[in-house]
C-alpha cells in the first residue's frame, strides 16, 4: 500500500513512492483481454508504474462504458465492461503497476435516476454534484458498487487491493464550469 510518511508518498513495506504514470481514458479501459494484457507489457516495459483510471463513468455504449448503457439509469455496472475493467487491472497489477482511481466524472444521469432536472444536468451533474442530496447518493452508491466489487481475477475487492494507490473522488468539478453557459 501507499503511504504518507515525513510529507510523502511511501510504500508500506519501506522506501519512498515515485511514479511515473499515464491516464487511460474509455474506452481504453474496457480493451478486450489481450489488447489490455499487450498494453500492461508496454506500459511496464516504458518504465510506467501507475495508471489513472478516468472518466471510466463517460456513457460510450455498451461494453465501452462503466455503468450499463442499455438502462435508463445509471444503478448497474455494464457486466461486460467491470470485466474487462477488472482484466486490466489484474494485467497492470501482475506487471507492478499501481492504479489511481477517479470516481465521479462525466457521468450522464439518465431518466430513471430519480434526479430532479436530469436533463438540465451537465456531465457529472456539474456542481449540483457537490450539494444535491440525490446526487451525492448516487455518488456514494456508485463509488461503494466499484470499491467494493470483488475482481475474479485477483480475488480481491479494489478497496482492499495495494494495486489502489489513491482514488480522486471527484474530477474537473466547479462551479467556474457556469460562467459560459449559466442557463
Known sequence: FVTVRDHRLAFTKGGRARFFGVTLLPPVP???RER????????????????????????LGPERSLFDD????????????I??????????????IYVALELQSVRK???EDGVADVA?????GGPASVFDPALKQKQLDAAKALLGH?????????????????????????LFDLIENPG
Request: charged letters at 25%; a negative charge.
Open 30 to 32: 474496457f480493451l478486450d
Open 36 to 59: 489490455a494484457d499487450a498494453l500492461a507489457v508496454r506500459l511496464a516495459r516504458s518504465g510506467i508504474n501507475l495508471v489513472r483510471l478516468g472518466d471510466l463513468d463517460t456513457s
Open 70 to 81: 442499455t438502462r435508463d439509469d445509471t444503478r448497474e455496472f455494464d457486466p461486460v465492461s
Open 83 to 96: 470485466g474487462k475493467l477488472d482484466h486490466l487491472i489484474a494485467a497492470l497489477k501482475g506487471r507492478g
Open 109 to 111: 444521469y439518465r431518466s
Open 120 to 124: 438540465q444536468l451537465p456531465p457529472g
Open 150 to 174: 470483488v475482481n475474479p481475477e485477483t480475488g480481491l475487492a479494489l478497496r482492499d487491493d495495494p494495486v489502489l494507490a489513491w482514488v480522486t473522488l471527484a474530477g474537473e468539478i466547479s
